[in-house]
């Protein structure tokens, strides 16, 4: 399978509790997006990445977001301190090349905050 | 900001009927346009994209969608449902950021339930 593939698939865990993902993109896309989905709402823009530089924050992105793409390959979204209200899907999108605008989405990661 | 519209929330059809999902957007400049679908416990997955040209487009599985510019519209549309077309539709138009590259406002989407 050569798409966009992220881990967990599910996470559950307590609030105040630090959590972890990962976000795998098409092979050469240089271009790394992360969404937000919550019940009922289409994907939210969180931030996004041109190689390893990070490019763009969301102001959904509080402080306790943080993403990283530290080789311009794969990225991680940590939570800090979660809190019940970052409860939803988080999406992963990669694009390649320039002006090609199609993003392609990962299955995602759900996290549930106890 | 842009914002994408979608005023059906629930469609409910019967197999073989015609489908018409709603979309409007609020941008006036130039805008590229894009329909993905959620089947149920899959992934977003692109059903068709606008970025010029003829403002009818195709897309997979007999679905079109025409952009009409003086509407802000970009309506999807199917002349016969199936049963497998049950899913969630999601409409989504691009967004500027810096330089060359965009990030996608979604609607708030569509949940197309379609019976036998």
């Known amino acids: 399978d050569t798409g966009v593939s992220q881990n967990p698939r599910h996470k559950i865990t307590k609030r105040g509790q630090n959590v972890t993902f990962r976000c795998d993109p098409i092979s050469e896309h240089n271009r790394l997006y992360w969404y937000r989905q919550t019940l009922g709402q289409g994907p939210e823009f969180l931030t996004y990445?041109?190689?390893?530089?990070?490019?763009?924050k969301s102001r959904l992105l509080s402080d306790r977001f943080s993403a990283e793409r530290p080789k311009g390959s794969f990225s991680t979204l940590e939570i800090q301190r979660t809190e019940q209200g970052d409860s939803a899907m988080y999406l992963c999108a990669s694009v390649g090349a320039v002006f090609q605008e199609t993003q392609y989405f990962g299955p995602g990661t759900r996290l549930l905050v106890l | 900001a842009q914002s994408v519209s979608q005023h059906n929330h629930h469609v409910i059809l019967s197999e073989a009927a015609s489908l018409e999902l709603g979309c409007n957007y609020s941008?006036?400049?130039?805008?590229?346009l894009f329909w993905y679908v959620q089947y149920p416990g899959q992934h977003l997955q692109l059903l068709l994209k606008?970025?010029?040209?003829?403002?009818l487009v195709k897309g997979i599985k007999g679905f079109e969608a025409e952009f009409i510019k003086s509407k802000f519209s970009f309506n999807l549309r199917k002349p016969s449902v199936q049963w497998s077309d049950t899913a969630e539709y999601f409409c989504?138009?691009?967004?500027?950021?810096?330089?060359?590259?965009?990030?996608?406002?979604f609607g708030t989407g569509t949940r197309l339930q379609v019976t036998l």
């Open positions: 989504a138009v691009n967004e500027l950021l810096a330089g060359t590259a965009s990030k996608l406002t």
């Open positions: 941008y006036g400049g130039t805008v590229n």
């Open positions: 990445f041109q190689n390893e530089a990070q490019l763009e």
């Open positions: 606008y970025f010029s040209g003829d403002p």
